[in-house]
């Protein structure tokens, strides 16, 4: 059974990202007391008395003649997004200021909207509050519910009224077969991309570097499979993190990277690798995900004579040299130039992970290559490999039984690396081979 969705919405800044934790139960959404911190859509899945469901955490609706940033049109109709997808939507309300009429103007669309909705009174810890919570029968829902996000107080009571409030028709759910993060620096085109593959704008767009700032997802149905899409906020150098928002960004990101099957590292073609690049790459290649590698905004790149494609991807060589096993290419996320490209080379990476070699295949491998030249000799002794056989597949990773460890150089590794990969493929995910003492 597919799982139903909850929204919540409401003004900025009445606590919805910390009753979305509270809920979830973990720091998932960026909480601070800065107004309009969340902008993007945020979902993580969650259950309740059984009942699972996805969670959706807005940024919050800005009525007409009100400001918060410069993002309010975007965010209110991702959040206007978010309720038409809704199962349920959770209205927050703020119990210490009152029913204002902001909360009327979001409660007639919500009125509007045909949709289920919870009306919840938030920041009521005093029995006060508690009291005062009846005002918002003002707004024309059903029976306002005090709660404190922060506290947890009457949060259970809340979610028994939410599932309550699902649907009684059952539908299907459809698996997840890839997992995809988009990574890269701030403002290289990540939500760009996002949006083009999905066909709508998903995710916030702008020009100013860092406007994403959590990790949001979209499911993608691609030659009859759902690849699950995830956008993440640019991850920036530490010196460069500056104050609690930019710092729980960049812990999502890792977090997105270690959810992926296939990560997507976009990298600016315009301005070429840096250093910072290196660092995500480095990322990637340590959590042994599958990896493509898109120089975005080639729309861009003023001198394009025939070869300039490859001297693109010469100078990303140079400059992070350990990740040429992944493919490439370059594209432009704003004008969609050779955009097809994207989900069928992460398919094929996805694909070349699940690689599994045959352990006879995989010994008569070894006996060519060892033939062809063998571990040079050590001061103590010559490295002698017995057997070997593939032990792990997402990413591969390949167990030799060996008289000593030691005894294999590290170049002679990489010798055997390269010529697995040469033999069997495995493109775009890096190769393991570890040695056991026989």
Known sequence: MALRTVAIVGRPNVGKSTLFNRIVGQRRAV???????????LVETADWAGHGFYLIDTGGIIPYGETVSDFDEAVTQIARDAIAEADVVLFLVDGQTGPLDWDQT??????????????????TEKESARIASAEFYALGLDEPMAVSALHGQGVGDLMDRVVESFPAVPVEETPVDCRIAILGRPNVGKSSLLNALVGRDEALVSEIAGTTRDSIHSDLHWQKKTLRIIDTAGLRRKARVKGAV???????????????DVAVLMVDAATGPVMQDSKIAGLIHDSGKGVLVALNKWDLVADKDTNAHLRAWEDFCREIPFLTYAPWFTFS??????????LETVWKVHEERQRRVGTSEFNGFLEQVVGRQPPRPHNNGIGKIYYGSQIEVAPPVFQLSVNEPRFFARNYMRYLNNNIRKTYGFTGTRIFVKLKKH
């Open 31 to 41: 909480v601070h007391e800065q107004p309009g911190v969340t902008r993007d859509r």
């Open 106 to 123: 979001i409660a007639r669309d919500l009125h509007r909207s045909g949709k289920p909705v919870v009306l919840a009174v938030n920041k």
């Open 246 to 260: 930019e710092y729980f960004s960049n812990l999502r990101s890792l977090r997105s990277l270690e959810q992926c």
């Open 333 to 342: 996320a704003l004008t969609r130039q050779r955009i097809g490209r994207v």
